[in-house]
């Protein structure tokens, strides 16, 4: 039997609205993510820097909206009398009706996925960025002479081999 929280229940429509907004900025960064990589490969500078200048603004809402969801978890936490450190949603559901646990388990579920797409995403930009970085590195070190590079052609015939730079930045 479902014993009725006041408390729990004064809060609920506080904590769904946290965890859309929280929905929607994992969406955002979701779209920042795959931004990023597209701007990555297609070589385009001015908007790459104003995304990033987006993504550092979304990361302090982000910090400031999970400080939001943290209050709320711990006001919840006493509320139902578990220790804050070991609070879940998937508790808090297990004390509400079925209509509001409901509720609850789909915007959790939401949640979820969402953070699933984002970490796949940030994977997969993070792997972008370091190619993008070895490759650079590579054809400075070609052009400078820092080392020794050997380039092949399509039928693996040796088309060149760097003993010193293409570009002597002594002179």
């Not at 993504?55 to 943290?70: G, N």
């Not at 050997?150 to 081999?161: A, H, W």
């Amino acid at each position: 039997m479902i014993v009725a929280n006041p408390i729990v229940e004064s809060l609920l429509p506080d904590l769904l609205a946290l965890l859309d907004a929280h929905t929607d900025t994992l969406g955002q960064r979701l779209t920042h993510m795959r931004q990023l990589s597209a701007y990555t490969l297609e070589r385009r500078g001015e908007p790459m820097e104003a995304l990033l200048d987006q993504m550092e603004r979304a990361q302090h809402e982000q910090v400031q909206a999970d400080a939001k969801l943290s209050a709320m978890r711990a006001t919840l936490a006493k509320a139902i009398g578990v220790p804050a450190a070991e609070f879940r949603l998937s508790q808090l559901e297990s004390v509400l009706g079925p209509r509001d646990a409901t509720a609850l388990h789909l915007r959790r579920q939401q949640v979820l996925a969402l953070a699933q797409r984002l970490r796949s995403e940030h994977l997969h930009a993070t792997v972008l960025l370091s190619e993008a970085s070895r490759v650079n590195h590579m054809m400075l070190d070609a052009l400078t002479g820092a080392t020794r590079v050997t380039s092949y052609g399509p039928d693996g015939d040796k088309r060149y081999d760097s003993h010193q730079g293409l570009v002597n930045a002594e002179r």
